[in-house]
């Protein structure tokens, strides 16, 4: 596998392929570098197939999933020193790698809020203000993202569940009701584990917010209300530092909203908690 690029082994594939993996791989293979930067739902749609499809056919070519499909063809098209960082170049000294980054950053929260809906920013609040109980779901690198989440919305004086054991994950999506929220954290929309969480809590008539980055994803069919970050325009945005920076501010935009709700409310909250937690600093 390792020694053919993808597009070698779809080529290779394409005599023993259904009808519908064919129509698939003609769409790849004439749209190489498109792919690299569309999600499961959005490459179904154009090739005119189901989602379930997309994923039978990188399994049918020997991947894991869609997501390692798109990773082994970035690896045919994008060069091994950019796939770490695209802004990076072999040679940048450690004053210009760091304001690449830095500029990265802040390139990613100018086009964030931009693009913010705000009248989602206030849902969101409103219904996490209103519920009973609070659920976050993320995996990898958007599980951080949740505990600061958690974090935060603890300060004020809501109680918060995040697991980071998927298991625990999916049983306490079964057991959230329509009194509750359910919020999934996400780049893509299209993670498994957290989108079946989301699907639970929605069967039980939970609220449901998604924050993520890619637009006609499978979490945006689960969601009352989602907000979207912007990111990094590269087959690996979903590890971007920058993408996370971008969906922690829409955290702290959701929490500042729900201060400003009942200020003295949750000020005295805030109050509370840090002189619990003082007895552990210096």
């Keep these: 596998m390792a020694q053919s690029s993808c597009s070698q082994i779809i080529r290779a ?16 293979l004439e749209n190489y ?5 569309l999600n499961v739902s959005e ?3 154009r090739a005119g197939v ?4 997309i994923v039978r056919f990188s399994k049918r070519l020997g991947y894991k999933g869609f997501i390692d499909f798109k990773m082994n063809m970035a690896r045919d098209v994008i060069p091994e020193e950019k796939q770490f960082d695209p802004v990076l170049e072999q040679g940048d000294g450690t004053d210009i790698a760091c304001r690449k980054i830095f500029g990265s950053a802040i390139d990613v929260l100018n086009r964030t809020i931009t693009l913010l809906n705000f009248e989602a920013v ?7 203000l209103n519920a009973g109980k609070v659920a976050i ?21 809501i109680e918060t569940i995040v697991y980071p054991d998927v298991d625990m994950q999916l049983m306490a999506s079964t057991i959230l009701g329509k009194d509750d929220v359910a919020i999934c954290i996400s780049f893509s929309g299209s993670n ?8 639970h809590a929605k069967n039980n008539g939970a609220r449901c917010i998604g924050i993520l980055s890619q637009k006609n994803s499978p979490l945006t069919k689960l969601t009352d209300v ?10 690996f945005q979903s590890e971007s530092t920058s993408t996370r920076i971008a969906q922690l501010a829409i955290i702290d935009c959701i929490v500042g909203e729900i201060a400003l709700q009942d200020y003295d409310k949750f000020n005295r909250a805030i109050s509370d908690t840090r002189e619990a937690v003082s007895a552990n600093k210096y």
């Design 137 to 157: 779901f993320a995996t990898g690198g958007s599980l951080v993202v949740a505990l600061d989440a958690q974090h935060k919305l603890m300060k004020i004086g």
């Design 43 to 45: 490459l179904a749609q």
């Design 122 to 128: 206030h849902k969101a609040a409103v219904y996490i």
């Design 226 to 235: 989602v907000i979207y970050s912007a990111y990094d325009e590269t087959i």
């Design 33 to 37: 570098e498109e792919v690299l930067q």
């Design 192 to 199: 498994y584990n957290s989108n079946a969480c989301m699907q």
């Design 13 to 28: 594939e394409l005599p023993d392929l259904t009808e519908t993996e064919t129509k698939i791989a003609k769409y790849v």
């Design 50 to 53: 189901s989602d379930a499809s």
